[in-house]
């Protein structure tokens, strides 16, 4: 799954290793090397932002290398080893821990991003994992905007044999979550995993929806869930998301469906927060712990 990330980078280690057979690696040599893998980069799904700081943090480092024949090769993996962990090394959340501490408060969970990310699929995944854990979980059928949203929901919590809270198409949502928190409190739920209307760039009367859900409900945990196809896009998207409600970790999906995995750099290096989990197929329990050290071995 990480076949255009891998290639590149192989690319860019083998490179350098064969020019510090020979000699140390200048910053004029390193930028050639460079700019011959960063589009290959870019293609794979790796934003600008996060390329440019890859570059400048390698270039400190093997610029001017100093290092015995004999252990260059080591040298150069074990650099970009590091550097790579450092860019996808992100905050842990234990999710089953944190729902403990509420100590019999329902804990809140809302689900954001923009249309067809798999936002519906990562709530009944989520809910579905948590029950295995012992808890009693409510879904929130809040995306009441698309067509059949509400629909899609119900279906997937009655897959995952999770009750649910509705209300008919175009309600509020910050309304259905409050309801859906509310029947958790009488009824001992544990968790409150709620569904939200996807948003996109240039529709703004969502995104003041998606604040007042916020504002309105207090969630604990504010999800923002990426496709793994979205590209260079997922830069923007965890900025856009971030800066309109501070979200608190995300969710990386489809990434059983694409070769480039880059967009995995481009979100830890961005968000800077816990990655959740990846989504990996349409099974409720088609999805990976999020382990960057396992990466970095799958791709150099």
């Known amino acids: 799954m990480w076949k255009e990330l891998k290639n590149p980078l192989i690319s860019f280690k083998e490179k350098l290793i064969k020019v510090l057979l020979e000699e140390k690696i200048t910053e004029k040599k390193f930028e050639e090397i460079f700019d011959e893998v960063e589009i290959k980069l870019y293609s794979a799904g790796v934003s600008y932002g996060t390329c440019k ?25 074990n650099i970009m080893r590091e550097e790579l962990l450092r860019i996808l090394q992100t905050p ?32 009944a995944k989520t809910a579905k994992y948590l029950k295995e854990k012992g808890f009693r979980v409510l879904i929130a059928a809040a995306d009441t905007f698309r067509a059949a949203g509400i629909e899609q929901m119900c279906k997937y919590a009655e897959a995952v044999k999770v009750q649910v809270v ?32 996807g948003r996109a760039h240039s529709n703004e009367n969502l995104l003041e929806e998606l604040k007042k859900v916020v504002r ?34 995300a969710v990386i999906t489809k990434i059983d469906a694409t070769d480039k995995g880059g967009v995995i750099l481009t979100v830890a290096n961005t968000l800077k927060k816990p990655i959740l989990f990846l989504g990996c197929g349409q099974g409720y329990m088609d999805f990976i712990r999020y382990e960057p050290e396992k990466i970095i071995e799958e791709i150099i």
């Open 166 to 197: 509705k209300q008919r198409r175009g309600s509020d949502s910050a309304a259905v979550i409050y309801d859906a928190i509310e029947r958790a409190r009488t009824k001992r739920f544990d968790v409150v995993c709620a569904d939200t209307a």
């Open 92 to 123: 842990e959340i234990d999710l089953p821990s944190e729902v403990g501490k509420k100590g019999g408060k329902p804990y809140v969970i809302i689900f954001v991003g923009f249309n067809g990310v798999g936002k519906s699929l990562s709530v």
């Open 53 to 77: 700081e890859l570059r400048e943090c390698l270039k400190r480092k093997i610029v001017d290398l100093k290092v015995p024949r004999g252990k260059r090769e080591k040298a150069v993996f």
């Open 216 to 249: 309105v409900n207090n969630p604990d945990l504010k999800v923002l869930v990426i496709d793994g196809l979205a590209g260079n896009d997922a830069e923007v998207q965890c900025k856009f998301f971030d800066e309109a409600i501070q979200v608190d970790c």
